[in-house]
């Protein structure tokens, strides 16, 4: 397995780098923004549900816009005030989840200082890249690649392989870490890269069932502290 010189490493976001987005917690933003613009909160969360894939995909250039969208269907006025006060709840919670712990952040120091490249690919909307300069790892990562800036979503080959190119490295040159959602490590694996399960809790996640997670043979880690000593043995 060793003789390949690992040049890059490039995370998944949520339930990686930061905790995932608890279904609890943000079910509590989403009847907070259901209340303000008068949609019953199961009809609101369908129509966040429907409308998810495009936000993601770039498709609202705003979460003002997606929201905009979502009175549209519902049949609803929209109210520019009510969305722009409904949004604030939506990147407010979004800030506070795109802080990671001190753990990974050393971890990331750490191997930036072993001279490896860092880069991110993270399927998200428009949230995350514009409140990313705020986050401490906006600076600690090289390459950030965001789904709705793309318009290309994990685990589409394309994403994986426009990171790397960005990375100015081989997809053979980097290790892939995530949580597998959306069968992000068999098309990292397919893309060329190394990949590792990074686990993480799954009880209360929009999406707990992950075939991938369930069937994973490969490497493994808990901390991301972990993954240089890997990183090391791997090239031994």
């Keep these: 397995m060793?003789?390949?010189k690992y040049e890059a490493v490039i995370f998944d976001l949520f339930g990686t780098l930061v905790k995932n987005f608890k279904r609890q917690e943000y079910d509590q933003v989403n009847a907070k923004m259901a209340e303000l613009l008068n949609i019953p909160f199961s009809e609101f969360w369908n129509l966040v549900a429907e409308t998810g894939h495009g936000y993601y995909l770039g498709h609202y250039q705003l979460f003002e816009d997606n929201l905009e969208e979502i009175c549209k269907r519902w049949g609803e006025k929209s109210d520019t005030d009510r969305i722009n006060q409904a949004a604030q709840h939506h990147y407010e919670f979004?800030?506070?989840?795109?802080?990671?712990?001190?753990?990974?952040?050393?971890?990331?120091?750490n191997m930036k200082k072993q001279g490896l490249r860092i880069g991110l690919i993270t399927n998200c909307g428009a949230a995350v890249p514009i409140l990313w300069e705020q986050s401490p790892l906006g600076r600690l990562i090289d390459i950030a690649v965001f789904s709705c800036e793309e318009h290309v979503m994990k685990p589409d080959i394309a994403i994986y392989q426009a990171t790397a190119l960005r990375l100015n490295v081989q997809p053979e040159a980097c290790i892939y870490v995530g949580d597998g959602s959306y069968n992000e490590l068999t098309n990292a694996a397919a893309a060329g890269m190394f990949p590792i399960l990074k686990r993480t809790e799954?009880?209360?996640?929009?999406?707990?069932?992950?075939?991938?997670?369930?069937?994973?043979?490969?490497l493994a880690i808990d901390e991301i502290s972990e993954l240089m000593d890997i990183v090391n043995e791997l090239e031994a």
């Excluded at 979004?94 to 120091?109: H, Y």
């Excluded at 799954?202 to 490969?218: A, F, I, T």
């Design 94 to 109: 979004v800030r506070g989840v795109i802080v990671p712990s001190k753990e990974v952040l050393d971890s990331l120091e």
């Design 2 to 4: 060793g003789m390949v």
């Design 202 to 218: 799954l009880d209360d996640v929009y999406d707990n069932q992950r075939p991938e997670v369930e069937n994973w043979s490969g």
